[in-house]
């Protein structure tokens, strides 16, 4: 489980993050959805360690980011908006490296691997350097390093960014196997069509504020819409300036 209280973080006089606070259950898909700028992913950046907040704290299964960063990292597995692959390495050589990062080795890294491989669809790739990728091919492959360890919590900023149709489809059957194993997961997006596809709960993310959370049905009913589109719309359009 993730939990979020009101979190801060300024960028000299830009306020990137003013306040989220949000939890996100095991066994869900939980969404931030906002436009780009909304403050999603400096959110999830310090709930991943690699940013320290102003102001709040965020618990990853009861631990303390902020006290115990490296425990909390353990329990988490991230696909950040910089994939980061080595190129000059194999897609299975990138996993296997952080797998040893992870102190994960001999049968148990391979058999996590290949289940990894099968999962993701990955059998043609996993042998082939990652320099020349597509873009689906790298996320794939960023994806299982970073749950090459069977973390319980999964984090993930705009996944299916870039993707083309089919593969976007693949990647939303994999969070839902991720979710039907009780994981945690929680994935941003702009993308209207992939919070609806996906979310169990959803935390909409406008100005460095939630300024809205519940499951869909709750959100069209608080909103008095008949489709998410509309009720986002509904919940943000009051925003001024919002995508200026």
Same mark, same amino acid.
């Given at each position: 489980m993730i939990e979020v209280h009101d979190l801060h973080k300024a960028f000299g006089p830009v306020r990137a993050v003013d306040g989220v606070s949000f939890s996100?259950?095991?066994?869900?898909?939980?969404?931030?959805?906002?436009p780009n700028g909304a403050g999603k992913t400096t959110t999830l950046r310090m709930l991943y360690t690699l940013m320290s907040p102003d102001r709040? !704290?965020?618990?990853i299964d009861g631990v303390d980011?902020?006290?115990?960063?490296a425990d909390a990292r353990r329990r988490l597995g991230v696909l950040p908006d910089a994939r980061g692959l080595y190129d000059g390495? !194999?897609?299975?050589?990138n996993i296997e490296y952080f797998a040893d990062l992870q102190g994960l080795t001999g049968l148990a890294r391979a058999e996590q691997i290949e289940r990894l491989t099968r999962a993701l669809g990955m059998q043609e790739i996993i042998d082939r350097r990652t320099k020349g990728f597509s873009q689906g091919e790298r996320v794939k492959c960023a994806i299982a390093r970073a749950l090459v360890h069977d973390p319980q919590n999964v984090v993930l900023d705009e996944p299916t960014n870039g993707l083309d149709v089919m593969t976007t489809r693949s990647m939303r059957a994999f969070l839902r196997t991720l979710r039907d194993r009780g994981k945690c997961v929680l994935f941003s !997006?702009?993308?209207?069509q992939?919070?609806?596809?996906?979310?169990d709960r959803i935390v909409v993310i406008a100005h460095g504020r939630a300024v809205a959370q519940g499951t869909p049905d709750e959100l069209l009913a608080e909103t008095g819409r008949t489709t998410l589109e509309d009720a986002f719309v509904a919940i943000i359009g009051s925003e001024?300036?919002?995508?200026t």
């Open positions: 996100a259950a095991d066994g869900e898909i939980t969404g931030l959805l906002g709040g !704290s965020v618990r980011v902020g006290a115990h960063p390495l !194999s897609a299975r050589e !997006s702009h993308i209207m992939e919070v609806a596809a996906l979310c001024e300036g919002l995508f």
